[in-house]
Nanobody, 126 residues
Framework: QVQLVESGGGLVQAGGSLRLSCAAS????????MGWFRQNRGRERATVSA????????YYADSVKGRFTISRDNAKNTVYLQMNSLKPEDTAVYYCAADYRTDSSYTHYPYAYDYWGQGTQVTVSS
């Protein structure tokens, strides 16, 4: 069982920045691909970004390309999401998730992820 705890959400004006962190309670963090997802009430959970076990490969949804950056520190069991140039449409609850992998592959589909955090609210005001 892997526990994930997100932090760093909050209220920010449009054009501002936030950095989300997700700390994992496992000694085998480097065996997990990681993803960030977001969800608004009444909507399906959408992929924001994903990163391979080593951090060499990343995926971004078109809506966040060039504005968001995913990274990980396997020594600290933590994955990050740096969000710049935030827009009101980025408002959502953001979740991190972990997907156990035996190789360097990874996916950005939410259904593949095994463990989920409780979410952190990001609100961008116009």
């Amino acid at each position: 069982q892997v526990q994930l705890v997100e932090s760093g959400g909050g209220l920010v004006q449009a054009g501002g920045s936030l950095r989300l962190s997700c700390a994992a309670s496992t000694r085998t963090f480097s065996n997990y691909a990681m993803g960030w997802f977001r969800q608004n009430r009444g909507r399906e959970r959408a992929t924001v970004s994903a990163i391979s076990r080593s951090g060499d490969s990343t995926y971004y949804a078109d809506s966040v390309k060039g504005r968001f950056t995913i990274s990980r520190d396997n020594a600290k069991n933590t994955v990050y999401l740096q969000m710049n140039s935030l827009k009101p449409e980025d408002t959502a609850v953001y979740y991190c998730a972990a997907d156990y992998r035996t190789d360097s592959s990874y996916t950005h589909y939410p259904y593949a992820y095994d463990y989920w955090g409780q979410g952190t609210q990001v609100t961008v005001s116009s």
